[in-house]
């Protein structure tokens, strides 16, 4: 009897678990930032925000000693693949072109890439 018991309590322990550890990778604001269906711009909390596949990215120069430290296969094939979260604002979303990856995450990989030439 109290074998069934503790196995219960185990199940409904590890059930409780599992759904906290659900619970805490979801995105409470998924389904509320969205992107505006017209226009390349949004505003919030005062603020407007470009969201046109063109952005006035930050202008950055060509570092030639950190540039001379990329490995030759990557100097050869001339691309940086990066990885993004892909449509978690502001770090990395799609322009109005539904298309484009726009945001924080997207101008470092671009800065990154023009600092190493």
């Known amino acids: 009897m109290a074998k069934i018991k503790t196995k219960r309590a185990a199940a409904a322990a590890l059930a409780a678990v599992t759904l906290l550890a659900l619970a ?4 409470p604001g998924a389904t509320a930032a969205t992107a505006p269906s017209s226009g390349s711009t949004a505003s919030a909390a ?5 969201l046109a596949p063109e952005q006035n990215r930050v202008k950055v120069t060509v570092d030639a000693k950190a540039a001379a430290l990329v490995p030759d296969a990557i100097k050869a094939d001339g691309k940086l693949t990066v990885v993004s979260t892909g449509g978690t604002a502001p770090l990395s979303l799609f322009a109005t072109d539904n298309r484009t990856l726009i945001g924080s995450e997207v101008d470092i990989a671009y800065a990154v890439g023009e600092t190493l030439g």
């Not at 805490?24 to 995105?27: F, Y």
């Not at 005062?46 to 470009?50: C, Y």
């Open 24 to 27: 805490a990778c979801s995105d």
């Open 46 to 50: 005062g603020k407007t925000f470009n």
